[in-house]
């Protein structure tokens, strides 16, 4: 970490038209918002302390979602980036700041899916390709690595869905706002999620 | 939605999950009432449940250290983060004062010159009127 970051423990923090002024060791201790407001400040200990708190969370999410860890650690030092540079937008008291961090990594990684291949859309039908067999290493006995297998297999708009409201605990409303969806329309994409997953694991288990 | 009991509870499974917690007042109450007369249903919630747990058990992903640092590097290396527009520094506020003030006398002004601009308008067209009458007035008198 630079070293005027270091030596500037006590940040001028301006955002949404309020000063306050935020030092470092109170956003260790601090609530999400608070670091957040820190951060817009340019408070780098806030920074690192989101980063700790939530850089497991963004990671696996993307890992899951992309299907390659070296996307996924693209997309989640973007993902935090953008938190760095935006912080200031963040809006307390609308959105939870996991959801909205999961927001920016979900929009973050459709922009890359559509790079890599322009048709490509969350809404395709398409499973994610297997360029790079994550899972398939693991023995395909292990109830987790069947499990996810069966979730690399699914849709992308159905398995971002399953794993946001199974896999890192948002609400399904909160889903609905990450993926910029209507709740009924979440609801209906884990409705088909789950049904695949079933069927996939039961088929697994009594093969014909 | 089908009639059959069952299969309006696995929909509801599918769309909610296992736990009714999760699940609207209304198919709660039902798929309540339904479990506690029919074991398939609870079969059918078991299941769904199983696969929660499965879910939920998933290995966490952590955040290579590497990748970690590697993030907190580049944010060192940018400068401060952006702040919104409305609230860069005492320079920006006084401008915002200034332009807010400005505003009343800009409206006013915009104001009056569109009402003159009527006015003048309506009195462009009277005097064309009365101009027209006349000459009117006049073939019919030749």
Request: hydrophobic letters at 40%; aromatic letters at 6%; a negative charge.
């Amino acid at each position: 970490m630079a070293a005027s970051a270091i030596a500037d423990a006590t940040a001028d923090v301006h955002v949404l038209g309020r000063s306050r002024q935020v030092t470092s060791t109170a956003t260790a201790s601090g609530n999400d918002d608070q670091l957040l407001l820190a951060i817009a400040g340019g408070d780098h200990y806030a920074f690192t302390e989101l980063v700790n708190r939530h850089g497991d969370a963004v990671h696996g999410y993307l890992l899951r979602l992309t299907g390659t860890r070296s996307d996924a650690e693209d997309l989640t030092q973007e993902t935090f980036l953008r938190v760095w540079r935006k912080a200031g937008s963040y809006e307390p008291g609308r959105v939870r700041a996991s959801t909205w961090l999961h927001r920016i990594a979900h929009n973050l990684c459709i922009d890359s899916f559509r790079r890599a291949r322009p048709e490509r859309s969350l809404d395709d039908i398409e499973a994610l390709g297997s360029d790079e067999d994550l899972y398939r290493a693991q023995a395909a006995r292990e109830t987790v690595a069947r499990l996810e297998l069966a979730l690399r297999e699914l849709p992308d708009n159905q398995r971002a869905a399953l794993l946001l409201c199974q896999v890192q605990g948002f609400s399904n409303a909160e889903a609905a706002e990450i993926l910029g969806l209507k709740v009924r329309a979440v609801e209906s994409l884990l409705a088909r999620a789950r049904r695949s997953l079933r069927k996939r694991l039961q088929s697994e288990e009594h093969p014909p | 939605m089908s009639n059959d009991p069952l299969q309006e509870l696995e929909a509801g499974l599918d769309r909610w999950g296992g736990e009714l917690a999760r699940w609207p007042a209304a198919e709660a109450r039902s798929a309540r009432a339904l479990l506690e007369r029919s074991p398939a249903a609870r079969a059918l919630q078991e299941q769904a449940l199983e696969l929660e747990r499965d879910l939920t058990s998933l290995r966490p992903e952590p955040l290579p250290e590497l990748a970690k640092a590697q993030i907190l590097e580049r944010a060192a290396r940018e400068a401060r983060p952006e702040a919104p527009a409305a609230a860069r520094g005492p320079v920006a506020r006084l401008w915002r004062g200034a332009l807010a003030a400005c505003l009343p006398l800009l409206a006013g002004y915009l104001v009056g010159a569109s009402s003159a601009y009527n006015d003048d308008a309506r009195y462009a067209d009277a005097v064309s009127e009365l101009v027209f009458t006349a000459s009117f007035e006049e073939t019919i008198d030749d």
